[in-house]
């Protein structure tokens, strides 16, 4: 999975703007708190204690469909196409991060069907005519 080496600047949020991001969060994700990992970095979660930024991860290895017991590396590819988001230094971060990560999975979830590999063969093949 590729890795996201990202920390926000937050040293300059207002504590308005970090509860905006946070209700926001939580209406999506009722439930939703700060969990802090091994490691020490914060993340928010879901009620039932999943990433909320690292959802897709979960979700790809929930759907996968193994065509046999071989079948890893179709689905070592298969995550390797999600992007997984690192935890944050701070629980201000943590929100935030998360904030923008739920706003960018939204456009992309919009937009894929756009650019579906169907309408991309087609248009190439409609441009070849």
């Known amino acids: 999975?590729?890795?996201?080496?990202?920390?926000?600047?937050?040293?300059?949020?207002?504590?308005?703007?970090?509860?905006?991001?946070?209700k926001k969060i939580i209406k999506k994700y009722p439930g939703a708190h700060t969990v802090i990992d091994p490691n020490c970095q914060?993340?928010?979660?879901?009620?039932?204690?999943?990433?909320?930024?690292?959802?897709q991860i979960g979700q790809t290895m929930n759907t996968y469909n193994f065509e046999d017991e071989s079948d890893l590396y179709g689905f070592n590819a298969a995550l390797n196409k999600v992007t997984m988001i690192p935890h944050s230094n701070s629980v201000v971060e943590a929100?935030?991060?998360?904030?923008?990560?739920?706003?960018?999975?939204?456009?992309?979830?919009?937009?894929?069907?756009?650019?579906?590999?169907?309408?991309?063969?087609?248009?190439?093949?409609?441009?070849?005519?």
């Not at 979830?109 to 991309?120: C, I, L, M």
Request: aromatic content about 12%; proline content about 1%.
């Open 1 to 22: 999975m590729p890795n996201m080496e990202y920390n926000m600047n937050v040293d300059n949020i207002s504590k308005e703007r970090f509860e905006k991001a946070k």
């Open 95 to 129: 929100w935030l991060k998360t904030e923008v990560a739920i706003k960018s999975y939204h456009v992309v979830n919009r937009n894929s069907n756009k650019f579906s590999d169907d309408k991309v063969m087609k248009k190439m093949a409609k441009d070849f005519e």
């Open 42 to 55: 914060y993340y928010v979660a879901t009620a039932n204690g999943r990433d909320i930024n690292n959802l």
